[in-house]
C-alpha cells in the first residue's frame, strides 16, 4: 500500500509541474476552457461504453492505485470491486471527508486543526498501519497478534481516509486562497472529526453487505473518490509549481482551473494503470506485486 502511494504521489506532482501555460499565466481563455474536460469526457465514455465489462474497465481505470488482491477485495453480484477492502476504505472516507470539508466551506479555513485533533488523526493512521502491518506478517509466514480480516481493513481505511481528506483540505486552505479570503475559523475541531469517521465507518462497514446490483453504484463512489483524492493533490501542487498559491480571493477565480485538475488527475490516474499494466506485461503479475 505504501508503495502504491508513494507512486501515486510521484505521478501527481509530475502531472501538477506539465501544467500548460494557459494554466500557469492564472486564468485559460474562456473559449479553450472546454478542451480540458476532453480527457475526463473520454475516460467517462469509455467506462460507460467502453469493451468488455464495466467491472473489468473499472478495475484496468484504477489498477494503478492499488494491488488489488484477490483475497483482500469484497465482491459483489459475482464481481470484484476494484478496489481492495483497505482502499475501498481509504477512498470512501476521503470522498465523504472532502465533500463535508468542500460543501461547509472549510476549506477557507485560516485556523488548521488543533495538536488534540492532529493527534486523533495520527492515531486513525496509525491504526491502518497496525492492521496493513499485522496483514505483512501474515504474508510473510511469520507470527502475528491477530487474524486478518476484510472487515478490519475497510474500518482502519475509512479511518484513514478521513484523516486524508483534512490533510488534504489542510493543504487547499493553505494554498489556494489569500489571507484576506480565508474564514477565521478552525478546519476540524476533533468533535467533527468524530462526525466524519461516523458517517465513514458505517457505509464502509455496508459495502460487503450490498447486493449485486449495488456493483456499479459503488464503483462509482470509489472512481469519484480516487479521482477528488488525486484532483486535490494535482490543484495544490499546480498551484505551487506555477506560483500561484494563495492568490486567490473567490470561487469564481478559481473555476478557470478545475477542467484542468480534472484533467490532470485522470492523467495521473491513467498513467498509474499503464504503468501497472506495463509492468505486468513485463514482470507478470506475481513478480509486480
Known amino acids: 500500500m505504501a508503495a502504491d502511494l508513494g507512486r501515486g504521489h510521484g505521478v501527481v506532482v509530475a502531472v501538477a509541474t506539465a501544467l500548460p501555460a494557459t494554466c500557469r499565466s492564472g486564468v485559460p481563455r474562456s473559449r479553450l476552457a472546454w478542451a480540458w474536460w476532453l ?3 473520454a475516460v467517462v465514455g469509455w467506462l460507460a461504453a467502453g469493451p468488455d465489462g464495466f467491472g473489468h474497465r473499472a478495475h484496468l481505470l484504477l489498477g494503478g492505485l492499488c494491488a488489488q488482491a484477490p483475497g483482500h477485495t ?33 476549506t477557507r479555513a485560516a485556523r488548521p486543526p488543533g495538536f488534540v485533533t492532529w493527534g486523533v ?4 493512521v496509525g491504526a491502518l498501519g497496525i492492521d496493513g502491518t499485522n496483514s505483512l506478517l501474515v504474508d510473510l509466514g511469520l507470527w502475528h497478534p491477530y487474524a486478518p480480516s476484510n472487515g478490519l481493513r475497510v474500518t482502519t481505511g475509512a479511518m484513514a481516509g478521513v484523516a486524508l481528506a483534512v490533510t ?16 477565521p475559523f478552525r478546519l476540524v475541531s476533533t468533535r467533527e472529526v468524530a462526525g466524519l469517521t461516523a458517517v465513514a465507518l458505517p457505509l464502509a462497514a455496508l459495502v460487503p453487505l450490498a447486493p449485486g446490483w449495488a456493483f456499479v453504484p459503488i464503483c462509482a463512489l470509489l472512481i469519484a473518490g480516487s479521482t477528488v483524492t488525486v484532483g486535490g493533490l494535482v ?18 477565480q478559481l473555476r478557470p ?26 514482470l507478470g503479475p506475481a513478480n509486480y506485486q
Open 121 to 124: 488523526l495520527a492515531a486513525m
Open 168 to 183: 488534504i483540505g489542510y493543504l487547499l486552505a493553505e494554498t489556494v486562497w489569500a489571507r484576506g479570503a480565508m474564514a
Open 257 to 282: 482551473w478545475w477542467g484542468s485538475v480534472a484533467t490532470g488527475a485522470m492523467t495521473a490516474i491513467v498513467a498509474l494503470a499503464v504503468i501497472r499494466v506495463v509492468a505486468e506485461t513485463l
Open 74 to 106: 469484497f465482491v459483489l453480484g459475482g464481481q470484484s470491486l476494484p478496489f481492495d477492502a483497505r482502499m475501498t476504505g481509504i477512498y470512501l472516507g476521503a470522498l465523504i471527508g472532502l465533500v463535508a470539508l468542500a460543501v461547509s466551506g472549510r
Open 235 to 252: 490543484l495544490v501542487s499546480g498551484l505551487i509549481a506555477t506560483g500561484r498559491e494563495g492568490t486567490f480571493g473567490s470561487a469564481r
Open 39 to 41: 480527457v475526463p469526457g
